[in-house]
């Protein structure tokens, strides 16, 4: 009954976001695209940290991987995006693989240390090796072309980050509930008993990061095809903060919570902007100096307030509010 | 120049850097010590500090000694605040939880100073004098030998202070086995809250060196994370460890630095403390508490 409830209501969000471009401003959906990819990213993360337990500090970098891929698949190799997506997830997965196995064996905060060297070195990449990255001043992409109709605007290429949603959120959703999944919960909650219970939690470790890697580089690459150009400055650490306090946000552990994380974090910067602008020009000062360090603080004010106060996030607030909203409709 | 001797120069001031970081990396490995939390915010920390410094000593004009020490005193109590309100609650939950909060914490401690100071870099009032320092025909720059000098004997003190002192030793039981240390009547929440005090003074010592011998900017506690390399190649918990690994790292960055050029540097300690990782990564004097599986 529940469950059919829930599908119900998917199917009307997803008609919902279909229907979204016709609706509201053009900017809207600019800013949709971008919700949309980051909720790819998001749940690749939470793949990671959320099930598995694997924190990783370097998150964006692997993001910047797969949009390197896709802007370098593009002009040397002149592929399609229908192939250059997945090969972007793949380099992303090969690279967390390669940063992320010495340090997968051992437990504890190794593997945090790992991919926040992987965060820089890789940034440090992007940035010097001028041949291949154009450095500072990044590369061009071109729009992706669907049977030769070219996604050129942010409606077109909004509907191709909306399929990709859809799609990824639904493999998510049955890793999750697959032997693989139950695995990773295994790996998070009591790594031991669960090897001896046959599970193999080097493998499935290895398994979460090379899919959330994925995950990564697939948002990267269609952020390289939605933006149109691909440059350093966009995958560093506080990008990996703010997928890091998303997957915090929403509730580690739980797909819902991902995406909610991923709209809450998105829309959050425009709203202290926007509520930084007006106090700012009430009180008669320029306030878009202090815009970034004021995001940093709130980034961090969540993560920490978040962890201490409700670690399952707003999944569990929002869980809790439909339990309160249900008992009280069967009650009258 | 005579490459021998250029090699001599780059090794002496990169061993100098190193006794910086092993000041930075002693604050985090107290704490993990004492309760098992690696501690991400320890940059920013340093960074705050040296922010206090510069407040104390040039906007309300206390001059560099009082300056000093209220930039003690306010890292102590942002220390103790922080360890009181944000980890403490967190005591017993899962270890990548914890690591989050203070990594979290660097983020709310970074974005206020952004937001008080601003992005630009302040002139600190100098406490290290300028002039060259002569080893043996080996040119040294000023700042730099004499802040290395101050943080060897910091370092070398408080590594006394933590093997002989009755506070020292309550560490070490509270470290080897927090239960049993409990129950013989040691304070380990005392404890915890001591290390978190020598972080904040180590912090605060290696801030004010730092900013003098760069500048003050709120990206100077980006400094620490460079550390981590120190940390892993010490050994987490190794006390004495971490003064060896911070001339080691501090050496290998120079000379890297000047053999395949500066911009290398910015990388060096994370490959390092990738290679550390990958052959041996307990560090060099740190107990076999790594855990495989």
Known sequence: MAGNRNILWAILLILALIALPALVPRYWIYFAGILGINIIAVHGLNIMTGYTGLLSLGHAAFVGVGAYTVALAQSKLGLPFYLAIPLAGVAAAIMGVGFGLPSLRIRGLYLVIATLAAQFILNFVF????????????????????????????????????????????????VIRSRVGRAFVAVRERDRTAEVLGVRIVWYKFVAFALGSFYAGVAGGLLAYFNQFVNPEQFGLLLSVFFLSAVIVGGMGSILGAILGAVFMTLLPEFLRGGALAVGSSFGFDISLILVP?????????IVGFLILEPRGLAQLWKRAQQKFLTISTVK | MNPMVMFAEYSAVGIAAGGIYALIALGTVVIFKSSQT????????????????????????????????????????????????????????????????????????????????????????????????????????????????????IVGALIAFLRYSRAGIALRAAAADQITAYSMGIDVRGVIAFTWVIAAITGCISGVLMANVNSLTPSLGLVALNVLSVIILGGMNSIGGVLIAGFIIGWLESVTGWLIGTEFREITPYVLALLILLIRPTGLFGTAEIERI
């Open chain 1, 127 to 174: 940035v010097h090796w001028q041949k291949v990255t154009n450095g500072d001043a990044g590369l061009t992409v071109q729009p992706a072309t669907i049977f030769g109709y070219p996604l050129n605007n942010e409606t077109r290429a909004y509907y191709l980050i909306l399929v990709c949603d859809v799609a990824f959120t639904l493999f998510a959703l049955n």
């Open chain 1, 294 to 302: 004021l995001r940093e603080t709130v980034f961090g004010l969540l």
């Open chain 2, 38 to 153: 690696f501690n991400f915010a320890m940059g920013e920390m340093m960074m705050l500090s040296a922010y206090f410094f510069y407040t104390a000593a040039v906007t309300f004009a206390l001059g560099p000694f009082f300056g000093m020490i209220a930039a003690l005193i306010g890292s102590i109590a942002v220390a103790l605040i922080i360890e009181r309100f944000a980890l403490r609650p967190m005591m017993g939950r899962p270890f990548i939880a914890i690591v989050m909060v203070t990594f979290g914490i660097g983020s709310i401690i970074r974005g206020i100073v952004g937001m008080i100071w601003g992005p630009n870099s302040l002139d600190i009032p100098a406490i290290l004098a300028r002039s060259p320092v002569m080893i043996g025909g080996l040119f040294i720059p000023g700042k730099t030998a004499r802040a290395f000098a101050i943080a060897v004997v």
